[in-house]
Structure formats: structure tokens, C-alpha cells
């Protein structure tokens, strides 16, 4: 079952950077998304980022409040991309979680998620 899995979440520094990684695996897929929301308690899971895979060149759409600041692309392994995030501030502090669009059934998988904390 294909399944994502995150890492590089942590305690960062207001103002500092960050970059968290998304694997997906198992079994052979195609991918159609690939992409990160974030959520905090209380509160839906919301928008981050999402990277268009299937086509060439990728395409991204971002959530206003990251723009400029983040950067979603292809990692340099098959079916990863990495999340880099610059200027980070504690309303940036959430849980990130991966989520992927299979392109042959359309079905959302999600990652377990991993922590960001902002703080000084």
C-alpha cells in the first residue's frame, strides 16, 4: 500500500528555516500530487502547498500566507519533494502532514505528520 512518510520536523528559531521531506513507497504508483497542509489544535487541516507530478514542468500552488517564504519541489529521489521554509514565524508552529493524489484512482493518502514548532 503506498503510503508517505515525513521528516524534518523540529524546533526551529522565529525567523530561521526549516525543510521537511516527503517519501512516498510501496508498491508501483504514479503520483498526481504531492504536497503538505498543516494543522493546529482546534483548527482544519489547511493548505501549505501542492506540487502538480505528473506534469513537466511542475506547477504548485501555495497558500497566501506562505508565499514567498516557502518552496515545494521534487526531492532528488523518485516520488519525495521537499518543503523549504525560510522566515519562519510562530504562526508557522503546526503539525505538517504529506499528503499525495494517486493519478490512477484519485485517492488522498496521508502521512502521520510531523511537528514544527517556532519558538525562541
Known amino acids: 500500500q503506498v503510503q508517505p512518510a515525513e521528516s524534518g520536523g523540529g524546533l526551529v528559531q522565529p525567523g530561521g528555516p526549516l525543510r521537511l521531506s516527503c517519501r512516498a513507497s510501496?508498491?508501483?504508483?504514479?503520483?498526481?500530487?504531492m504536497g503538505w497542509f498543516c494543522q493546529v489544535p482546534g483548527k482544519q487541516r489547511e493548505l501549505v502547498a501542492t506540487?502538480?507530478?505528473?506534469?513537466?514542468?511542475?506547477?504548485?500552488n501555495y497558500a497566501e500566507s506562505v508565499k514567498g517564504r516557502f518552496t515545494n519541489a521534487r526531492g532528488d529521489t523518485e516520488n519525495t519533494v521537499d518543503l523549504q521554509m525560510n522566515s519562519l514565524g510562530p504562526e508557522d508552529t503546526a503539525v505538517y502532514y504529506c499528503?499525495?493524489?494517486?493519478?490512477?484512482?484519485?485517492?488522498?493518502?496521508w502521512g502521520q505528520g510531523t511537528q514544527v514548532t517556532v519558538s525562541a
Open positions: 510501496g508498491g508501483f504508483f504514479m503520483l498526481y500530487d
Open positions: 499528503r499525495i493524489v494517486l493519478a490512477s484512482t484519485g485517492d488522498i493518502v
Open positions: 506540487t502538480t507530478m505528473i506534469t513537466l514542468p511542475t506547477t504548485t
